[in-house]
């Protein structure tokens, strides 16, 4: 029988684990203690010796065994090596659960294993729980979020991918005395197939600020024009706040890619959540519903926003945000 | 050189309708191609204009009806098409879909030279269908690509966009590549291809066709299955309030953190 919760440590580009992994362990614990407290345990796949320098984390949020893969080869992510050095850790360590981080590298693996693995995958899951059954019910968004599904596996490992900012990130108090045991690869008589040629990154590597923003002011396609996402700017730095905003506003070329709330962009949960302008797609609901208070102004009283929010006023953006500027 | 292109017909998620059973209204539901799907169409004709002797076979697996899909890419400018379709494949989850999709390909185009899907479909949304069908073919894949550079028989080069920057890779063939929605607006069918796809025949491969096991495809084949579904729960419940009792109302939140 498989036993353990599996969480891929996903070593990024700028060379620390995605804080998705931290999230993901802290809910692993939860779903551990459904499953008579089955261990949690991390993969990490990297460059010889870099792993020892996340040790401090893993045993900070209670991870019991850390299984270490590490080669030469595998210093820039690659989806074969990478995949073979999963498989070869996983044909070990025979976990029940594999949760993996919903990035790009994460996504690129997680279906490539799983398809080898013969294992259920639940893609982009926002809620996670174990059945009387003891078994991973992993719910997600379709029908581009209109519809939640709560998918079972029938296989012997389950596994789900999730996003970053869907858990909360929770240290234990004390930390665990963490084991790590490492594991050689057999990836020697392999070559690369696929060589990567450059790499530019991005000017802003840092973590998106949205992700941390205490208050987040959004806003959609009702702010019409760039004076409309400026006059958000305002808002927010009045209040110490984030700006972010929708599919439509960033389809509108209003804001960039990288301030995308919802289930094509970033999950967010603020404890204030100002959403200006905005009709209520469900697709930008689901990325901003685990907000504790859901402010909402809007000209359209009938607008889906206001089944979403706490607090719903009514009113045109363009008259109400400059008014309440001068209010705080 | 001969290139797949796997591609999805989908409901149109923007205008979904709701059953009093709280189920998706399926019925009337118009369908589309996979917005993902026309610029896995798109790079694969940018190919075939700038290279000789390339042929574009589209495949997709669904429903009779998916032949219009299949045609409309036809029309685009693709040279066939190839629908896999039969009542046992229902319910497949993407496992199953790429074991029945990478085992037609094996059994019927193993000479292919490159794999070109959508990222993601909009219905599921789930970005595992592609690797999957990779694994099964034991290539390599190039996943959340904006672009592909240059391809010939021998290679592709792809431009990935990534959340910490922009990777361009080069991988050996034979690959499949997953496309994202490009920046530009797709090309629109010509007369001369809408007259090419009303006289093609799609060709249609059965269970039988592609060798595998009853229990091997649709939602048997499927380690995964929807254990319930439902309308999302809403989480907050609204109070209208004025402009003016709005900073009270931030400052009673703030208050509990500072």
């Known amino acids: 029988m498989n036993k353990g919760i599996l969480v891929y440590a996903e070593v990024n580009k700028s060379n620390y684990v995605q804080p998705v992994f931290f999230e993901l362990v802290s809910e692993a614990q939860k779903l551990s203690q459904k499953l008579d407290n089955t261990p949690i345990m991390a ?29 030469d080869k ?35 693996l997680a279906p490539r294993i799983a398809s080898v693995l013969h294992a259920g995958l639940t893609a982009d899951c926002i809620e996670l ?28 490992i389950q596994m789900a991918t999730v996003r970053q900012g869907v858990f909360k990130p929770m240290e234990k108090d004390t930390p665990k005395i963490t084991e790590y045991i490492y594991i050689k690869p057999e990836i020697y008589g392999m070559y690369e197939r696929v060589k990567i040629l450059n790499f530019i990154k991005n000017i802003d590597i840092e973590r998106n600020k949205l992700l941390d923003a205490k208050i987040i002011v959004a806003g959609g396609k009702g702010m019409k024009n760039p004076q409309g996402f400026g006059m958000l700017q305002t808002l927010a730095d009045k209040l110490n706040a984030e700006v972010g905003a929708t599919r439509g506003a960033v389809e509108m070329g209003l804001a960039p890619q990288s301030m995308q709330i919802g289930q094509t962009g970033l999950t967010v949960s603020p404890k204030i959540y100002i959403a200006c302008g905005i009709s209520g797609a469900i697709q930008h609901i689901v990325g901003m519903q685990n907000s504790d208070k859901i402010f909402a102004i809007n000209i359209d009283k009938e607008s889906p926003i206001f089944e979403h929010c706490d607090y719903g006023i009514v009113g045109d953006v363009f008259e109400v945000i400059p008014r309440l500027i001068n209010m705080l | ?86 009542k046992k494949f229902a319910g497949a989850d993407t496992y199953a879909t790429s074991k029945t999709i990478s085992s037609a390909i094996r059994h019927y185009f193993s000479d292919f030279n ?145």
Not at chain 1, 129 to 153: C, H, V, W, Y
Not at chain 2, 118 to 136: E, V, W
Not at chain 2, 220 to 225: I, L, N
């Open chain 1, 129 to 156: 729980d174990i059945t009387e059954n003891g078994k991973l019910a992993a719910t997600r968004p379709t029908f581009g979020g209109q519809l939640m599904a709560t998918i079972l596996s029938k296989s012997e």
């Open chain 2, 114 to 258: 490159l794999i070109i899907c959508g990222q993601f479909a909009t219905d599921g949304d789930t970005a595992q269908t592609g690797p999957s069908i990779a694994a099964k073919l034991d290539i390599p894949q190039i996943t959340y690509v904006k672009e592909i550079v240059d391809s010939n028989e021998f290679y592709v080069t792809a431009r990935r966009e990534l959340e910490e920057g922009m990777e361009t890779v080069q991988a050996k063939l034979p690959a499949l590549v997953c496309i994202l929605k490009g920046d530009y607006e797709p090309s629109r069918p010509t007369i001369n291809g809408i007259k090419r796809a009303q006289n093609s025949k799609i060709r249609i491969l059965t269970l039988s066709d592609i060798l595998l096991d009853p229990d091997e495809v649709g939602l048997k084949g499927s380690p995964t299955y929807v254990s319930k579904a439902f309308r999302m729960i809403k989480k907050h419940r609204c109070e209208f309030i004025d402009l003016k009792d709005i900073p009270a109302k931030i400052r009673e939140v703030t208050n509990t953190y500072e």
């Open chain 2, 1 to 86: 050189m001969k290139i797949l292109v796997c591609i999805k017909q989908v409901p149109d998620t923007t205008d979904i309708r709701w059953t009093e059973n709280n189920t998706i209204q399926r019925d009337g539901l118009e369908s589309v191609i996979n917005p993902f799907d026309i610029y896995a169409i798109e790079e694969a004709l940018k190919i075939k204009k700038t290279r000789k002797n390339v042929t574009i076979t589209v495949l997709s697996m669904g429903p009779n009806q998916a032949t219009e899909a299949l045609k409309k890419a036809i029309a685009l400018g693709c040279d066939d098409g190839v629908l896999l379709c039969d």
């Open chain 1, 43 to 71: 993969l990490i796949i990297t460059k010889p010796g870099n792993s020892k320098k996340f040790n401090e984390g893993f045993e900070k949020f209670g991870v019991d065994k850390v299984f270490v893969v590490e080669d």
């Open chain 1, 74 to 108: 595998l210093e820039n992510y690659t989806t074969e090596f990478y995949a073979k050095a999963a498989l070869d850790a996983i044909s070990k360590i025979k976990p029940e659960i594999i949760l993996i981080g919903a990035t790009n590298q994460g996504r690129d």
